[in-house]
C-alpha cells in the first residue's frame, strides 16, 4: 500500500512505511466538548491540528435518551475564541427554541454544529496506541495508519473510568451494567431494576427507567437524597448572590465562586483542593427529579452487601439482611479516573507520568511530566479543580493549554 497524506496534517514523511505517516502539530484524543474547544482554540493561534474520535459520541451513544443537562445553560457552551460557537449560536443558526434544563439531545447537535465549524480537521477514528518516539508522538490509529505528532492533548473524558463496586463484579453484563453504558431503558420495560447510587446518575435513570414501564428501586447508602440548588433564592439576591455563585454554578454558595478559578485551586494545597472537589460534586439529583421520582420505591441508608445470579435474576442482600430479586441492576456509582485505564496509553507512556492515585500532575499550561503530553478534562481535576469536570472548563482549559503552547512553540520541547 502506498503511503498516503492524513487529510489536514501536512507533509508525508516516510514513503516506505507500508502505513501512511504524516505530520501534524498538535493530536487531540476525543472529540468531545473538550477536544472540540481546544481545537478551535489551537486552530486560531495558527497550528496544525488534528482531532480524533467521534464527535460527541459518548453523550450519543453511552448517556441514555431524554436525559436533561444538570449544568444551567449559561454554563453549557463549548469555548472557542471568539465567543461566535455558543450553544445560543447554534439555537439562533438551527431555529430551536432556547430550553431548560437543556435535553441531552439538543447539546449532543449543539457539540456535531460546532465541530462543523472547525472545518476538516476531524478524523472519525479512534486512536488505537500512542507511543513517544525520539522527541515526537507516534499515534497508531485503528485503521492501522500511524500518525506523527509533536504534540498530544488526550480529552478522551471518563468512559473508561466507571466503577464498578466489587460485590458486582461477579455479574455478567446482561445483569449488571453501569448508567452510562449505552443500554436503551425501553429494554426494561415490565422488568425489576435496582438503581444502585444517590447522584445525578442514578436518580435521573431511575427516572426514565420508571417512565419506561421498569419497575425501579433505587437503592443508595446515604442517609437522605440530596438535591441540587433547593435553595434558589439565594441566587436571586443581586449583587450578594453574584458573590456567592459563578455562572457555572458548579458546586455550594462560596465554593462555587473559588471553583470558578482554576488557577488559584491548583495553589491550594491538596488536601484543600480535594475537599472543594469532593464537596462540589457529591452525590445529588437536580431540583427537577423529585417530582419524577414520587413513584419510584427509594431505600437509603442501606448498601448491598452480596448480589448473586438465581437464573435470569440477581438476588441483592442487603446490609440490614433484607433481599431484593430484580432482573437488572444498573450501577450509578460513579468513576475513578486512573489514566492508566485508557487503553490507547501504553503502560511505557504512563508510568512516566507524575501522578496522583490516577489523576495526572499538571502544570498551569496543562503539561503533564512527559513533554508535549498534555490532559484536558476530568482527568485534570485533582490540578485545576471540579470545574474541569464540567463542560464550563472548557474556556479556561483551551485558553490555558492554547496560551502554553504559543508561548513555548508546537516543537519545542518545553512543556
Ligand atoms: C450522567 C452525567 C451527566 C453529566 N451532565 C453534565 C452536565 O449537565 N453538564 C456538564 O457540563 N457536564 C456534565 N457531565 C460531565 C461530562 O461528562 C463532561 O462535562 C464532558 O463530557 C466533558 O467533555 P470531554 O470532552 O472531556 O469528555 P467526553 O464528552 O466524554 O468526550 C471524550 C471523547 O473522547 C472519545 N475517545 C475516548 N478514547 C478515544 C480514542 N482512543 N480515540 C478517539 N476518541 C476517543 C470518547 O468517545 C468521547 O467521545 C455529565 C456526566 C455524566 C456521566
Given amino acids: 500500500m502506498a503511503s498516503t497524506e492524513l487529510k489536514g496534517c501536512g507533509v508525508p514523511r516516510d514513503k516506505s512505511a507500508t502505513a501512511s505517516v504524516s505530520d501534524c502539530d498538535i493530536a487531540i484524543v476525543g472529540a468531545g466538548p473538550y477536544g472540540l474547544s481546544a481545537a478551535a482554540h489551537l486552530k486560531a493561534k495558527g497550528f496544525a491540528v488534528r482531532v480524533f474520535g467521534e464527535p460527541m459520541e459518548f453523550w450519543a451513544d453511552k448517556m441514555p435518551a431524554g436525559m436533561l443537562l444538570r449544568?444551567?445553560?449559561?454554563?453549557?457552551?463549548?469555548?472557542?475564541?471568539?465567543?461566535?460557537?455558543?450553544?445560543e449560536a447554534y439555537e439562533a443558526t438551527s431555529g430551536k427554541e432556547p430550553a431548560a434544563p437543556l435535553p441531552i439531545e439538543t447539546f449532543v447537535e449543539y457539540g456535531r454544529w460546532f465541530q462543523h465549524q472547525l472545518g476538516s480537521d476531524l478524523d472519525t477514528r479512534s486512536v488505537a496506541r500512542v507511543d513517544r518516539d525520539g522527541d515526537e508522538f507516534r499515534l497508531t490509529l485503528q485503521s492501522g495508519e500511524s500518525v506523527r505528532t509533536t504534540r498530544v492533548v488526550v480529552a478522551a473524558g471518563i468512559g473508561p473510568f466507571r466503577r464498578k463496586p466489587?460485590?458486582?463484579?461477579?455479574?455478567?453484563?446482561?445483569?449488571?451494567?453501569?448508567?452510562?453504558?449505552?443500554?436503551?431503558?425501553?429494554?426494561?420495560?415490565?422488568?425489576k431494576v435496582a438503581v444502585i447510587g444517590a447522584g445525578q446518575s442514578a436518580l435521573e435513570s431511575a427516572a426514565l427507567l420508571y417512565e419506561s414501564g421498569a419497575e425501579v428501586e433505587v437503592i443508595a447508602h446515604i442517609s437522605e437524597l440530596r438535591w441540587i440548588g433547593m435553595h434558589s433564592w439565594l441566587h436571586h439576591l443581586g449583587p450578594i448572590s453574584s458573590m456567592l455563585y459563578s455562572k457555572h454554578?458548579?458546586?455550594?454558595?462560596?465554593?462555587?465562586?473559588?471553583?470558578?478559578?482554576?488557577?488559584?485551586?491548583?495553589?491550594?494545597?491538596?488536601?484543600?483542593?480535594?475537599?472543594?472537589?469532593?464537596?462540589?460534586?457529591?452525590?445529588?439529583?437536580?431540583?427537577?427529579?423529585?417530582?419524577?421520582?414520587?413513584?419510584?420505591?427509594?431505600?437509603?441508608?442501606?448498601?448491598?452487601?452480596?448480589?448473586?445470579?438465581?437464573?435470569?435474576?440477581?438476588?441483592?442482600?442487603?446490609?440490614?439482611?433484607?433481599?431484593r430479586r430484580v432482573?437488572?441492576?444498573?450501577?450509578?456509582?460513579?468513576?475513578d479516573v486512573n489514566i492508566a485505564r485508557y487503553d490507547f496509553l501504553p503502560p511505557e507512556l504512563t508510568q512516566n507520568v507524575r501522578q496522583l492515585d490516577g489523576y495526572?500532575?499538571?502544570?498551569?499550561?496543562?503539561?503533564?511530566?512527559?513533554?508535549?503530553?498534555?490532559?484536558?478534562?476530568?482527568?485534570?481535576?485533582?490540578?485545576?479543580g471540579p470545574l474541569l469536570y464540567f463542560v464550563a472548563g472548557t474556556e479556561f482549559a483551551s485558553l490555558a493549554l492554547a496560551k502554553n503552547i504559543a508561548r513555548n512553540g508546537a516543537h519545542s520541547k518545553q512543556q
Avoid: M
Avoid at 449544568?71 to 450553544?87: G, K, V
Avoid at 458486582?168 to 448508567?179: E, I, P, R
Avoid at 495526572?360 to 513533554?371: D, E, K, W, Y
Fill in 249 to 323: 454554578d458548579v458546586g455550594p454558595a462560596g465554593i462555587s465562586r473559588l471553583v470558578a478559578a482554576p488557577n488559584l485551586v491548583r495553589r491550594l494545597p491538596l488536601p484543600l483542593r480535594d475537599k472543594i472537589r469532593k464537596r462540589a460534586v457529591r452525590a445529588a439529583g437536580s431540583r427537577w427529579l423529585p417530582p419524577r421520582l414520587r413513584e419510584v420505591k427509594i431505600t437509603t441508608g442501606r448498601a448491598v452487601n452480596t448480589a448473586s445470579s438465581v437464573g435470569d435474576e440477581v438476588a441483592l442482600r442487603l446490609d440490614d439482611a433484607s433481599e
Fill in 71 to 87: 449544568s444551567p445553560r449559561e454554563a453549557s457552551s463549548i469555548s472557542d475564541p471568539t465567543r461566535a460557537f455558543t450553544l
Fill in 327 to 335: 432482573h437488572h441492576v444498573l450501577l450509578g456509582t460513579g468513576y
Fill in 166 to 191: 466489587d460485590q458486582f463484579k461477579g455479574l455478567a453484563h446482561t445483569q449488571a451494567s453501569h448508567c452510562y453504558e449505552g443500554r436503551k431503558f425501553g429494554e426494561f420495560s415490565g422488568r
Fill in 360 to 384: 495526572p500532575v499538571l502544570t498551569g499550561g496543562f503539561s503533564s511530566s512527559v513533554a508535549g503530553l498534555h490532559f484536558i478534562g476530568a482527568t485534570a481535576a485533582r490540578s485545576f
